[in-house]
């Protein structure tokens, strides 16, 4: 609970009037520039984009095949397929903040469902016992809840603040240590990569695979966020895991399915 709570208030707080201010200053300090593809045009990507990321090409593929995408929405981000209906990305600096917030939320909201299934499929080869995660916050633990609040809060707070200080000033927050014939990585606000997140360096090397996987982790995450939003109606309607919700429907799906959730029982 601390921790949505957390990553949400800081997800979702507007820059600072000084940010608004300096525009360069929020994510870098100057335009950063990436080589688009196909048709070698040199595009400024002034939305916070990375440095080692290739911005996709103009017939990228959209959300509705044949629609026009907003101008604000140039194939420079990760996962961006011109989806944007109420124009809430047309304020360039909310749109940098909007795409951090999605990055954050779709790890969060990955991180939440491979803690739900994990343990789920344990209980059910036996290696755990009475798991559930919908009322784990009411469990028994080693300290009191208001104590583990507490300090949840306090830690999750800080790592928060230095995320945010790093979107502020790009690279304030160096966490990666000086090893000899070793380059540290350039910042990257939303990627900090090195040997504590990136060590097979993955995430550095050519424009066009880094663009592949980022958008790989950006889709995924958004696909995890409605899963969660789903195992959450499943947990409340049924009272049951999604691994087991999953089990009925296999065996029963013409009674088993959303639609039963309509019906009296």
Known sequence: MALAIASTALSTLPFSSRCRDIPQKCFTEKSTKCLVGRSGVIVNATKGVSSVCEPLPPDRPLWFPGS???????????????????????????????????????????????????????ESIGLIENFSWYDAGSREYFADPTTLFVVQLALMGWVEGRRWADIINPGCVDIQPDLPNKTKPKPDVGYPGGIWFDPM?????SPEPVMVLRTKEIKNGRLAMLAFVGFCFQAIYTGQGPLENLACHVADPGHCNIFSAFTSQ
């Open 68 to 122: 026009t995408p907003p101008s604000w929405l140039d194939g420079s981000l990760p996962g961006d397929y011109g989806f944007d209906p109420l124009g809430l990305g047309s304020d360039p600096e909310l749109l940098k903040w909007f795409a951090q917030a999605e990055l954050i939320h779709g790890r969060w909201a990955m991180l939440a469902v491979a803690g739900i299934l994990i343990p789920e499929w344990l």
């Open 201 to 205: 360096m993955w995430g550095r090397g």
